[in-house]
């Protein structure tokens, strides 16, 4: 079953769920505000798409941050700071097995994630 992370504010977290629930897809939503984060988790993600893919440098919480916090950072220190700051991911991320799709896309749901 596939997972859903985001959080519940986000439109576009909005769309994807909408589109799921309209196709009768089951998942599990795992909300990165109230759920937090699990470093290994993060870590393969990472291993999978690397840090750039993942962080979403046009958030509120990434422009909320000190300028201090936001430079200079290598992927281990970006690591960290996702880990501090979940909502740092771009959203959604939906996680079908090794499977893993950032951001929505109705086309790409629907190549992606068999309803049977």
Aim: with cysteine; proline share 4%; aromatic share 6%.
């Amino acid at each position: 079953m596939p997972t859903l992370y985001g959080i519940r504010s986000c439109d576009t977290v909005r769309r994807a769920r909408r589109w799921l629930d309209g196709h009768g897809i089951a998942y599990t939503w795992h909300d990165l505000r109230e759920d937090g984060l699990d470093a290994a988790q993060l870590q393969r993600w990472v291993d999978a798409l690397g840090i750039d893919a993942l962080l979403n440098r046009k958030s509120r919480t990434w422009r909320d941050l000190p300028s201090g916090r936001r430079e200079r950072l290598d992927d281990a220190g970006l690591q960290r700071l996702v880990l501090e700051h979940p909502t740092l991911l771009r959203r959604p991320l939906l996680e079908d097995g090794d499977e893993l799709a950032v951001g929505f896309s109705a086309t790409d749901y629907a190549a992606r994630i068999d309803p049977e």
